[in-house]
């Protein structure tokens, strides 16, 4: 039976008290532990992009016949446990991103099964001076929706050929926080990604973020599967006063506190970082996701 689906868009100053926010008809317990909300982040401004997303966010850069966040949005609507989508943006770019909700709702996309519902989420900054960084951003989402379920955590500007629903599954077999690793050669590549540590069982054993001398060639992508009881410990990262910027701030913190796995995913991931690296992707683009 076809359901209506319902989009929401929540707009607030960084600094205004979480409200309860209605989610679709999923507990707010988010079943315990059974269902997972997806959040992609797309707040940020993309100035190395600029002329590009002045008045466009990159998320919603097109890459072919769909814009990059579409091809993320389709890999997080393979896994049936998340039963809603959050994306938390500037209050520059909310509208867009609104608009861009509407065009997936309700939408048909396999079986007769609609396609998840989507929550924008405006954090209420404005530009590089006032943003909240992206383990601002997810707390900020976290207070707003109440989140006491599995969370899966993603950047929005990412492009990737690993599939989502393998992590998932190596997520739920481990039953611990997991964390995408795909192998790089290069080592200057390597200077400028996180790098794991991973024992033979995939337990995280060292976490480097940009290290001078990497001791593996396992490359940390920012795609995160948080289990329920970790939530809360986002906001203890925060109250100890460690930075709020680069989401993979929080696992390499989180790691020395309790157990933390890797995925080694097959594949690739692309991370479009100018506007020639962004018009080779264009160009390339069926070549490089396999299309």
């Given amino acids: ?26 507990p707010q317990n988010g079943g315990k532990g059974i ?35 579409d091809y993320i949005t389709d890999e997080i609507e393979t896994i049936p446990d998340v039963t809603r989508i959050a994306v938390v943006t500037n209050h520059r770019f909310a509208s867009h991103f609104d608009e861009w909700s509407k065009t997936r709702s309700g ?15 405006d954090d209420g900054t404005t ?67 996180a790098v794991a540590t991973i024992n033979e069982d995939g337990k995280v054993e060292a976490l480097a973020e940009k290290p001078k001398e990497p001791k593996s060639t396992d490359a ?14 986002i906001r203890q990262y ?12 929080f696992p390499s913190w989180l790691y020395t506190r309790k157990d933390v796995y890797v995925y080694r995913a097959p594949g690739t991931c692309i991370d479009i970082g100018t506007p020639e690296n962004y018009k080779d992707v264009c160009d390339n683009y069926q070549e490089i996701l396999g299309l």
């Fill in 1 to 26: 039976m076809l359901i209506s689906v319902k989009i929401v868009k929540i707009t607030s100053m960084p600094k205004r008290s979480a409200e309860c926010v209605p989610c679709f008809g999923v």
């Fill in 35 to 69: 269902n997972m909300i997806a959040l992609i982040l797309a707040a940020g401004y993309a100035t190395r992009l600029y002329p590009l997303t002045i008045n466009t966010p990159k998320p919603l850069l097109p890459v072919g016949p769909k814009a990059m966040i």
């Fill in 107 to 121: 939408k048909d996309i396999a079986d007769g099964k609609l396609s998840t519902p989507i929550i924008v989420i």
């Fill in 127 to 193: 530009d590089d001076t006032n943003k909240l960084g992206a383990i601002g951003d997810i707390q900020f989402v976290i207070d707003k929706l109440s989140i006491d379920e599995d969370m899966m955590i993603i950047a929005g500007d990412n492009l990737f050929t690993y599939k989502l629903s393998d992590m998932y599954a190596f997520f739920k077999e481990k039953q611990h926080d997991t964390l995408i690793s795909v192998t790089v050669e290069d080592i200057d590549q390597l200077r400028k990604l």
């Fill in 220 to 233: 940390v992508y920012a795609t995160y599967m948080y289990l329920r009881e970790t939530i809360p410990m």
């Fill in 238 to 249: 925060l109250d100890e006063g460690n930075t709020p910027d680069a989401p993979g701030h």
